[in-house]
């Protein structure tokens, strides 16, 4: 390994506070299967499928203990706006991650150090490489380092559909959403509901969940998606006494011309 290669490569690490004892396998890991097959070396791909699992596993086991009120369909939400591509690759562009990636001539000339897969697989094969260097507690360090944006991200975006609706609704009406709990089933230990969230007394969406909190968040989630096909529901109300009256009038207009001719 060059020098300058291997400068790089503990500048990256040092960013998370890592010094490891060996460098072979991030440099691994940050190569694609482009340039492995142009200069014969190994490529990343094995390390990407260790790190998927490690990941899915340090994410789940974090969840767990940071959110002990979580239904398991929340904390399955929350995992998965965690590990998708997106977020990975956020992480790695605000880690500079692209600028380390070893690619084929033709696949560096596509602008394959910005696409987010390929920014996505490195950072699950650094996790993986971090794993074999030193377990599961210094894959976790990186974790942690790497994804906390993404965590305190996708908190938000999961846990709040219901402050987000009230929100978008406010900006377009004084008036408030509520909700109510429209139907329930299963055993006690294992309940299932359904709520509906309404607005001017009409039901807007209807969600379930293993709680009625997740049954409301999700019926807000639903309301959101559907916020802008139903843009009618805050059409000022009209006043049905001038309507009435402004009739009467046109009303009586008409049969004067016609009294008169």
């Known amino acids: 390994m060059l020098p300058r290669r291997r400068n790089d490569l503990c500048k990256f690490l040092d960013q998370a506070g890592i010094k490891p004892s060996g460098l072979e396998l991030l440099d691994m890991a940050l190569t694609h299967p482009t340039y ?83 920014l996505a697989d490195a950072v699950e094969a650094v996790l993986g490489a971090l794993y074999l260097e030193g377990g599961l507690e210094l894959a976790r360090q990186f974790f942690r380092f790497a994804l906390d944006p993404v965590l305190k991200e996708a908190e938000i975006i999961d846990k709040d559909y219901k402050t987000r609706l009230q929100e978008e609704v406010q900006r377009l009406s004084q008036e408030n959403v509520s909700y109510a709990i429209l139907e329930e089933w299963g055993p006690d230990h294992a309940k299932n509901f359904r709520a509906g969230v309404y607005f001017r007394g009409k039901l807007w969406a209807t969600g379930t969940g293993k709680s009625k909190k997740e049954a409301e968040q999700e019926a807000a989630r639903l309301a959101l998606k559907d916020f802008e096909a139903r843009k009618d529901l805050f059409s000022p109300c009209r006043n049905i006494s001038k309507d009435i009256s402004n009739k009467s009038r046109r009303m009586g207009t008409r049969e004067g011309e016609n009294g008169s001719t």
Do not use: W
Not at 37 to 59: K, S
């Open 36 to 118: 492995a097959f142009e200069h014969g070396t190994a490529d990343n791909q094995r390390l990407e499928f260790l790190g998927d699992a490690v990941l899915g596993l340090i994410v789940a086991d974090y969840l767990y203990r940071t959110y002990p009120d979580l239904s398991e369909g929340e904390l399955t939400r929350l995992r998965a706006r965690i590990v998708c591509e997106d977020s990975l690759a956020a992480a790695a562009g605000r880690l500079g991650l692209g600028r380390l990636l070893l690619l084929g001539k033709g696949e560096e000339m596509s602008g394959g150090a910005e696409r987010e897969s390929n």
